[in-house]
């Protein structure tokens, strides 16, 4: 599936993207507040959307994933994923853009599009996002998009708080 928002293209993740994909992750800012497994090479990307692309192997999730371009740009400028839940009527989103794009709008615009898409399958009422408290740049898009506050979790390694949304609200 290939979606298009005003400045932005979303194609479903493939296997072809990791290259692209693999000097976008490989920017250490990224992590500063995600705890994600950093992948070493271009063929240890491959073997992840390889995974991600066959997709979940229990009945009861779905898991999406696109991969963020700008409309001016050939390379991409990052992801956004969810795992929908219909059973529980819940979807879990994240997002990871590149530094090089942040402050400009894309992860909300692309993080709109995506709770769109996902209100339009109508098995899904909610959508949770998981920051960490000190993650202030993604707690201000969730919020821009309607967030509220639901709860506070504690990690491992951080103190995260779980945002949350209906679907019936416009994105
Ligand atoms: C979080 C992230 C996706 C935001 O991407 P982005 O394209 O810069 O986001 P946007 O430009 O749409 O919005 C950023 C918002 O954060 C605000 N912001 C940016 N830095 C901030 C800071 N240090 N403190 C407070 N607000 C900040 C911006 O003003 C903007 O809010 P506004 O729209 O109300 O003005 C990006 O920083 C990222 O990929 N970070 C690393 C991965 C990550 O943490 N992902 C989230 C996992 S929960």
Redesign the pocket.
């Known amino acids: 599936m290939i979606a298009h928002t005003s400045r932005l293209r979303l194609e479903t993740l493939s296997e072809a993207h990791a290259s692209a994909m693999f000097p976008v992750l490989s920017d250490e800012r990224?992590y500063a507040?995600?705890p994600d497994v950093r992948y070493v090479s271009v063929e240890a990307l491959q073997e992840r959307y390889r995974r991600l692309e066959r997709g979940s192997l229990s009945p009861e999730e779905l898991w999406w994933n696109f991969i963020v371009f700008r409309h001016d740009l050939p390379t991409p400028i990052?992801y956004v994923q969810a795992t929908l839940m219909p059973s529980l009527r819940l979807a879990e989103v994240?997002?990871?853009?590149s530094p090089l794009?942040?402050?400009?709008?894309?992860?909300?615009e692309a993080l709109s599009w995506l709770i769109s898409e996902i209100g339009r399958r109508g098995d899904i009422d909610r959508a949770q996002?998981?920051?960490d408290q000190r993650?202030?740049?993604?707690i201000?898009?969730v919020r821009?998009l309607g967030f509220m506050f639901s709860r506070t979790m504690v990690e491992e390694t951080s103190i995260d708080t779980l945002f949350e949304r209906g679907l019936n609200l416009p994105a």
């Open positions: 990224l507040y995600i990052g994240a997002y990871v853009l794009h942040w402050g400009r709008g894309y992860a909300t996002a998981q920051i993650n202030f740049a993604s201000a898009v821009r």
